[in-house]
């Protein structure tokens, strides 16, 4: 078993920043990508972005330019960070982990997830 625990959403003004972060614990050494996702009131969730263990990262098209996933292996952590913040990005993100081989890009290859944390970009 994995668990995620994330943390750092809350309110912030339209192009502002926020930094998300996902600490993993448990049986780590099973793990292949990590990943956010993010769902809005009345939406399906959608990935925001994903990473591998080999540094293969992949973005939503609404959130390219702006958002940036990155990892530490070592410390078993996942981050966001976003800049230029918008409010359609309001929603409750998700950590997410996958021990599928490849990259991973569907809700159902993710097998561990957070609680969320919610993101609400306004003024």
């Known amino acids: 078993q994995v668990q995620l625990v994330e943390s750092g959403g809350g309110l912030v003004q339209p192009g502002g920043s926020l930094r998300l972060s996902c600490a993993a614990s448990g049986s780590i050494y099973s793990l292949n990508a990590m990943a956010w996702y993010r769902q809005a009131p009345g939406k399906q969730r959608e990935m925001v972005a994903a990473i591998t263990n080999s540094g293969i990262t992949n973005y939503a098209d609404s959130v390219k330019g702006r958002f940036t996933i990155s990892r530490s292996i070592p410390k078993n952590t996942v981050s966001l960070q976003m800049n230029s913040l918008k409010p359609e990005d309001t929603a409750v993100y998700f950590c997410?982990?996958?021990?599928?081989?490849?990259?991973?890009?569907?809700?159902?290859?993710?097998?561990?997830w957070g609680q969320g944390t919610q993101v609400t970009v306004s003024s």
């Open positions: 997410a982990a996958s021990a599928r081989i490849g990259t991973p890009s569907r809700p159902s290859d993710y097998g561990y």
